[in-house]
């Protein structure tokens, strides 16, 4: 519950945020700012939810008769609570429901264990919007997977290892033995359980468990096995940015230069070590294993090598649906990108929507978003509340994440200021028909040069734009 709790605070935490702002600078609505371009992304269309819908206690009566690890009493509970909770996930919106990214999900599980047996295995598979890459099995055989986590996998073979992976938790009964382990240690025995229902940490020995039993069903499926070592790597990451990717080439280019020399190797790592000590993980984020495993990440890999050569694997030949895992994976990227700005999560929808719009340099949207995230992170650090939203955000051991903290958190409000306006004008110089970073141009002279100098922009986005998606906004600065 606790876990549950926390996740509604936050979602609270910035819309308190985003109303304290609007008060702050007089300036931009919160539904205004909520408006994200969406030209491409109308693929997804929450409606029927018969299909999720069904009889919690049966199933979870079901479910502890089936099992023997704990006492039917106990093991009731944890099935019935969990039921429980992601049905309210499901109601509060959390995850993309009727999609065709959660069927294809579906059809992967098929091919990697044609023996599943919805009634006692793995029966649904749920999409979340978070875009954080992860993925875990709860107790009573769903599979959530994060859109972050298609977002960040390079091959269907990938995403198909950290499912495997996540089957092989399920069929060995992780969780509950985690469970039944827990408790005896506990001498007292008065704390109830029932709040480990979900996902947890599980053992050393439960994730190389689940790294075996998992290559082991990748190797006798149309799967490459070979890719697992590269999910493994591209999930856990050790800490560095496992992309590749490096944020702070944004702040050094010579339109528009950032002092960084805040970031140093030793605060990123200062940064990295407080934030992984933090206990605030949500449901959706760091609850299962494929994260917590630092630093046995590249002992994994090691592993993992050693079982395919054991067993003198060789891979398939063929490649499996490689235009449809680009399709989603290209859809989860832009997806990814869109929740983060409308759970205001400005932090991970800056550094998504930035490395969205390496990988798709003439995508408007990305750069769009690139903007709103930016000014959003700005505007937040000059009204002088950026601390609670830049301590609420997960870094999750990802260098880049650090970086940027330490960026938003220590450099001066001017210069920051200063850098958000010359970045915004030189983008409207190189493209003087995109709105939006006009609009985002008259607010960030607003913030860096005062009222008046914004009027010139808020007057030329009126002139350029009379009908455009802002002018709303722009005429209640105008008078
Ligand atoms: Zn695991």
Redesign the pocket.
């Known amino acids: 519950m606790v876990l549950f709790l926390r996740t509604l605070l936050m979602k609270n935490f910035n819309f308190k945020l985003l109303l304290l702002i609007s008060l702050v600078l007089g300036s931009i609505s919160s539904s205004e700012a909520q408006k994200v371009p969406d030209d491409q992304l109308k693929v997804f269309q929450n409606s029927d939810l018969s299909k999720y819908v069904f009889d919690l206690e049966k199933k979870a009566k079901t479910l502890a008769k089936n099992q023997d690890v704990l006492e039917k009493d106990v093991a009731y509970k944890l099935y019935s609570n969990a039921l429980m909770r992601i049905s309210g996930m499901i109601n509060s919106g959390d995850f993309y429901i009727n999609d065709e990214i959660s069927e294809y999900l579906e059809g992967i599980i098929q091919k990697i264990d044609p023996d599943n047996n919805p009634e006692t295995g793995i029966y649904r598979v749920l999409l979340s919007r978070s875009s954080i890459p992860n993925a ?1 099995c709860v107790i009573d055989g769903t599979v959530i997977v994060n859109i972050g986590l298609i977002g960040l996998m390079e091959s269907e073979s990938q995403l198909a290892g950290v499912l495997a ?2 089957i ?2 399920f069929k060995k009964n ?1 969780s509950l033995q985690q469970v039944k382990a827990t408790n005896e240690n506990k001498k007292s025995g008065r704390r109830s359980y029932t709040s480990q229902y979900l996902s947890m940490k ?1 053992s050393r020995e ?2 190389y468990e ?2 075996a039993g998992g290559l082991n069903l990748i190797a006798a499926s149309p799967f490459n096995a070979n890719e697992y070592s590269k999910a493994l790597e591209l999930v856990t990451g050790d800490g560095q940015d496992s992309t590749g990717f490096d944020v702070l080439k944004f702040f050094k280019t010579d339109a528009f230069k950032l002092d960084t020399s805040i970031v140093s190797a030793k605060e990123v790592k200062r940064v990295l070590r407080k934030s992984s000590k933090k206990e605030n993980k949500t449901l959706l984020s760091g609850n ?3 994260f917590e ?1 630092h630093p046995e990440g590249q002992k994994r890999q090691l592993a993992a090598s050693e079982i395919l050569s054991s067993i003198n694997y060789v891979a398939p030949t063929t490649t499996l649906n490689s235009d449809v895992f680009l399709r989603f994976q290209r859809l989860a990227r832009f997806e990814m990108v869109k929740n983060d700005y409308y759970r205001a999560d400005y932090l991970q929808g800056f550094y998504n929507s930035l490395r969205l719009s390496e990988l798709y340099p003439s995508d408007a949207f990305a750069k769009n978003m690139v903007v709103s995230n930016l000014f959003w992170l700005c505007n937040l650090k000059s009204a002088g509340v950026i601390d609670d939203l830049l301590s609420e955000t997960e870094l999750r051991n990802s260098t880049s994440m650090a970086q940027l903290k330490l960026i938003f958190a220590d450099t001066p409000n001017d210069d920051l200021g200063k850098f958000l306006f010359t970045y915004l004008k030189k983008l409207w110089e190189s493209d003087n028909t995109n709105e939006t970073v006009l609009y985002y141009l008259a607010s960030a002279a607003d913030i860096h040069l005062g009222k008046e100098t914004a009027k010139i922009h808020y007057k030329n986005y009126s002139s350029k734009f009379p009908d455009g998606i802002y002018i709303s906004n722009v005429n209640e600065k105008l008078h």
Do not use: R
């Open positions: 875990f992976h996540e092989c938790h992780h599980y439960s994730e689940a790294d299962d294993d494929m495993s």
